[in-house]
């Protein structure tokens, strides 16, 4: 009887590992911190990076207010090389073209909060 309860424990356990492994997977779509970065030429502003290609940058676009700008990475690559990885980019500039940004699909919660306190 107590072997039952073994193997019913460590199944248990083994599908909670598989559960957290895909969750740790799927997530890293997202950059959940926000680093430096400064794009001359952009000035103060809330800038969303996208591609013709990018399924989730249409669920971005519609996380964001009409004062988002939208910008055609596909367009304007080398414009901006080395700072924009992948798509969706989020960034919010200031004057100088300095400020953070963000990569992947990013709740609304998190946007207003960042967008709020930068």
Do not use: H, N
């Amino acid at each position: 009887m107590s072997e039952d309860v073994l193997v019913r424990f460590a199944v248990v356990v083994g599908v909670a590992a598989v559960a957290a492994t895909v969750a740790l997977i799927v997530r890293r779509g997202t950059s959940l911190v926000r680093r430096p970065i400064e794009i001359p030429g952009y000035g103060a502003g809330v800038y969303l990076f996208t591609s013709s290609t990018c399924s989730s940058c249409e669920v971005m676009a519609s996380r964001l207010s009409g004062s988002t700008t939208v910008v055609s990475y596909d367009e304007q690559r080398e414009s901006f090389p080395g700072v924009v990885r992948r798509v969706p980019a989020l960034a919010a500039l200031d004057e100088k073209g300095r400020g953070w940004i963000a990569y992947g699909v990013i709740g609304r919660r998190r946007i207003d909060r960042w967008l709020r306190d930068p």
